[in-house]
């Protein structure tokens, strides 16, 4: 592919990106993350229903102007976390989507899948770069890695490919191209498949339920 070519079609790709992520919340900018990643940076997982939210002052500073939106929820099953709390009462996220605040179904029925951080006062902060979906929205693979495959194979690196050629660069790499095949970053590899480490100490992309000779994919040049 001649150099122009090359340049334009990445440009392309990347413009493609950049709408995608901002049609989530506008002036918000995270960085593209396979779930599994954003699952092994987060200091907690939980899975939740809302049952109500309230702003509040995001410190007790006077002086601060900025306010947050507190969700009281109900925690049905924490998958990360134990060592830091015990029961999650509220979150807490930016009210300005600028700041990628977070907005939830405050309605006591729909169940979500949580991740964040925990700050230094204990409260447990989420945000749109975090991974939070609504649970009836996760697929098999997900809801069952949730317990296992996540956690253990958080030393797996993920790579995500725009545009090719693109390979993984060492033994524990998995190369992430939903973007490049179905232009979105949630595709099928995302939804379906975990990047876990093999007997040998090299990593692969896993699909839980296909026969144990074809429960392995390699995909390194795509």
Known sequence: MPASLRAWWLSGLLLGLSLQLRAR??????A????QQL?????????????????VPASEDPADTQKMIQ??????????????????????????????????????????????????NGKVFINMCNYIEPWDDLSFLQKKS?????????SCKIVTCYTVPCSVSAPNECLWTDWLI?????????????CV?????????????????????DVSEP
């Open 182 to 194: 179905e232009r979105k970053l949630y595709g099928h590899q995302a939804q379906h498949y975990a």
């Open 197 to 217: 480490k093999r007997s040998n100490g090299t990593c692969g992309w896993y699909r839980a339920g296909l026969p144990p000779e074809k429960e392995f994919i």
């Open 39 to 55: 699952l092994c940076s987060s200091a907690i997982v939980i899975r939740a229903k809302v049952y109500g939210e309230k702003v």
């Open 146 to 154: 949730l317990n296992h495959r996540y956690h253990i194979d958080c």
């Open 32 to 35: 593209p993350a396979h779930p």
């Open 25 to 30: 919340v506008e002036a918000c900018s995270c």
């Open 71 to 120: 969700y009281e929820i109900k925690q049905i099953k924490m998958f990360k976390g134990f060592d830091k709390v015990k029961d999650v009462q509220y979150v807490y996220t930016p009210l300005d989507s600028s700041l990628c605040g977070v907005r939830l179904e405050a309605n006591k029925k729909k169940q979500y899948l949580l991740t964040g951080q925990i700050l230094d």
